[in-house]
Nanobody
Framework: QVKLVESGGGSVQAGGSLRLSCAAS????????LAWFRQTPGQEREGVAAIDRHGKTWYADSVKGRFTISQDNLDNTLYLQMNSLKPEDAAMYYC???????????????????WGLGTHVTVSS
């Protein structure tokens, strides 16, 4: 079982940047997808960005061109670089890992079996 621990959240002004990190307790080499989700109170968890074991990436339309997902396989860490942050980006951000059946979306929560506890991002206008 993979344990995921997020860090890097905080408070930033609109237009600013943050880099989130997600440390995995063991190698994620055999896990097909790693992803970042976010959630605000009363809302469903939303897929933000995902990366597969071949390095292919997916992004929600709302973050394309502003966020970049990457991974460091040597230290089992997933990153999310967030630039040009907007107030609507404020949320709890979660790291996720999973190997779903073929054809399942890497931006849907159901595709992921392992979750971190989240890191909070606040963006002030």
């Amino acid at each position: 079982q993979v344990k995921l621990v997020e860090s890097g959240g905080g408070s930033v002004q609109a237009g600013g940047s943050l880099r989130l990190s997600c440390a995995a307790s063991l190698s994620t080499y055999n896990i097909y997808f790693l992803a970042w989700f976010r959630q605000t109170p009363g809302q469903e968890r939303e897929g933000v960005a995902a990366i597969d074991r071949h390095g292919k990436t997916w992004y929600a339309d709302s973050v394309k061109g502003r966020f970049t997902i990457s991974q460091d396989n040597l230290d089992n860490t997933l990153y999310l670089q967030m630039n040009s942050l907007k107030p609507e980006d404020a949320a709890m951000y979660y790291c996720a890992a999973g190997s779903p059946p073929y054809g399942w979306s890497p931006l849907e929560p159901i595709s992921f079996a392992y979750w971190g506890l989240g890191t909070h991002v606040t963006v002030s206008s």
